[in-house]
């Protein structure tokens, strides 16, 4: 499975997690919004008839697969109304400059009853520079979608607390600790294949210590407690067109 070029292992695995969890709502005809490399292709393919790759040209993933060039912005200029019965779209709304004519555009190609399943970060670092423009709160997700005719069926934290706290500390000692090497003539280090596998470690840790209670609270579908929604590395909603067909 290839996770997108982002920062976090911990939380690109507890993400991989959810969308297997909610695979269950993918169907028909998909977009793949953002898409990068597809590293969800091998989920999604199996369980619809078609999907579509679409994504900026400037993406900063390598190797990505296209098919269709675009900002999310302008997604309703490249596909009709209703063309699509599931919208995947993850951690991409961020990166986009005006997110609620994006919302408005998925509204808007979206069948009725159709899927849309959206992520998002929230307590969690910069990445992406500089198209990396905001976070949400799982209140402010949810109201950007239900403002444009979706009805929020399910919703899940990446973590809580302790995680979030967790993943921006351990990304804070690891830049200090390439800062100081870039000063002290060692500019490259970043890019060492061994210290990628040693700062890797602790993340690939916690994912293996939560893993186990998160996959319990996926299968039991309870919304984020207070504390998840207080500070989370981020979160999945599964939201439904409102109208026939759901």
Not at 169 to 174: K, P, R
């Amino acid at each position: 499975m290839k996770f997108p070029q982002a920062e976090s292992y911990f939380k690109n695995s507890l993400l991989l997690d959810t969308l297997q969890h909610f695979s269950v709502h993918m169907r028909g005809r998909l977009l793949d919004l953002g898409c990068g490399n597809k590293p969800y292709y091998d989920i999604y393919t199996p369980l619809c008839t078609e999907s579509v790759g679409c994504d900026v040209p400037h993406s900063l993933h390598k190797d990505s697969l296209v098919e269709v060039e675009c900002s999310a912005e302008e997604i309703d200029k490249h596909f009709e109304q209703g063309s699509f019965d599931t919208i995947l779209c993850t951690e991409v709304i961020e990166h986009t400059i005006d997110d609620r004519k994006v919302a408005e555009n998925i509204s808007r190609i979206i069948k009725p009853g159709g899927a849309v399943i959206i992520s998002a970060p929230f307590t969690y670092v910069l990445h992406e520079a500089p198209h990396d423009y905001r976070r949400y709160t799982l209140f402010g997700l949810s109201r950007l979608l239900e403002d444009n005719g979706f009805e929020i069926t399910s919703s899940v934290a990446m973590g809580g607390a302790f995680s979030s706290a967790f993943l921006i500390c351990h990304y804070w000692v690891m830049k200090t600790f390439y800062f100081i090497l870039k000063k002290s003539g060692f500019p490259e280090m970043n890019n060492n294949v061994a210290m990628k596998f040693v700062w890797g470690l602790p993340e690939f840790v916690m994912y293996k210590v939560c893993r186990p209670s998160f996959r319990r609270k996926l299968r039991k579908g309870k919304f984020p407690s207070v504390y998840e929604s207080f500070s989370s590395t981020g979160f999945l909603l599964v939201a439904h067109k409102r109208g026939t067909g759901k």
